[in-house]
């Protein structure tokens, strides 16, 4: 059974930093593509970032710069490491999945952690 | 930006009911959309990719069709467990974009 368990968010001070985790479990991790997606209070879905088994990153252009995915494969854990955070970011950040054909990544979402919390306020 | 957008907003409907959702796009996204459905306080779970392929467990009450621009979720008789938000997802262009969903209220 795939598992994603995402840890890390909290309350924060605006243009502070946070590092989030998503241990992964279940699957062989180093051959899926990883995403955050995140939703703010009653809104609705956004996609994050991604990040393919080979490395490569993909950002939405609102965190560009200030955001940072990484994988660890030797833990099976993603992050993203937040810098420069605003009120804008806050929201449960979600980890997922990439679904993929065969062998080969797709942008869709597939397994989804239970979200973490961050809260960014003065 | 590939906007998507779903309507209507809300539906009011009863278990048993047949039920059509619609998403459409700002620009053609061949048959690179998904559906998910949330439910309150849990995680989306994907139930259509590329148009029309359910994920894996999901009944075949939940059917998806379209192409280009316009797309539809349908299903086919409510159950009670259906009730919930669901959002349409296109992966044809960065940024990957959701719709701002559908809310599935029961009658």
């Known amino acids: 059974e795939v598992q994603l368990l995402e840890s890390g968010g909290g309350l924060i001070h605006p243009w502070e930093s946070l590092r989030l985790s998503c241990a992964a479990s279940g699957f062989t991790f180093s051959t899926y593509a990883m995403s955050w997606v995140r939703q703010a209070p009653t809104k609705g879905l956004e996609w994050v970032s991604t990040i393919t088994s080979g490395g490569t990153s993909y950002y939405t252009d609102s965190v560009k710069g200030r955001f940072t995915i990484s994988r660890d494969n030797s833990k099976s854990t993603l992050y993203l490491q937040m810098d420069s955070l605003t009120a804008d970011d806050t929201a449960v950040y979600y980890c997922a999945n990439n679904f993929q054909y065969g062998s080969s990544w797709s942008g869709y979402f597939d397994s989804w952690g239970q979200g973490t919390l961050v809260t960014v306020s003065s | 930006e590939i906007g998507l957008t779903q309507s209507p907003a809300t539906l009011s409907l009863s278990p048993g009911e047949r039920v059509t959702l619609s998403c459409r796009a700002s620009q053609s996204v061949s048959s690179s959309l998904a559906w998910y459905q949330q439910k309150p306080g849990q995680a989306p779970r994907l139930l259509i990719h590329?148009?029309?392929n359910r994920a894996t467990g999901i009944p075949v009450r939940f059917s998806g069709s379209g192409s280009g621009t316009d797309f539809t979720l349908t299903i086919s008789s409510l159950a009670p467990e259906d009730f919930a938000v669901y959002y349409c997802?296109?992966?044809?262009?960065?940024?990957?974009?959701f719709g701002q969903g559908t809310k599935l209220e029961i009658k």
């Open positions: 997802q296109q992966r044809s262009a960065w940024p990957y974009t």
């Open positions: 590329n148009v029309s």
